[in-house]
């Protein structure tokens, strides 16, 4: 599979963005998708996670009550809508594809598939 993020940008510290990932191929509601974040000099971090059906979502506590994932699997995209971003929340986002059975959510060796990334700037 083959994932693609958009959506990402310049916002000022209070302000919202919402990231997409769309997927190619035709077995997107068969992986578990992931958000991860690097910022520089820094390990790639969890951020977020969704279940093939959307029913389990998780969620890093640095983000939760501002961020919610979600899925469409019509449209074999997955989101990330972003609210009361902080600067500490800059950093290039990417999605991945978890296939398998056995999903260590916020662990990204889990994950097979991955997208180029899209960058976050939040400004204070």
């Known amino acids: 599979v083959q994932l693609v993020e958009s959506g990402g940008g310049l916002v000022q510290a209070g302000g919202s963005l919402r990231l997409s990932c769309a997927a190619s191929?035709?077995?997107?509601?068969?992986?578990?998708m992931g958000w991860f974040r690097q910022a520089p000099g820094k390990e790639r971090e969890f951020v977020s996670a969704i279940s093939r059906t959307g029913g389990s979502t998780y969620y890093a506590d640095s983000v939760k009550g501002r961020f919610t994932i979600s899925r469409d699997n019509a449209k074999n995209t997955v989101y990330l809508h972003m609210n009361s971003l902080k600067p500490e929340d800059t950093a290039v986002y990417y999605c991945a594809a978890d296939p398998s059975r056995t999903w260590y959510v916020s662990t990204d060796r889990s994950y097979d598939y991955w997208g180029q990334g899209t960058q976050v700037t939040v400004s204070s």
């Open positions: 191929g035709r077995t997107f509601s068969s992986y578990n």
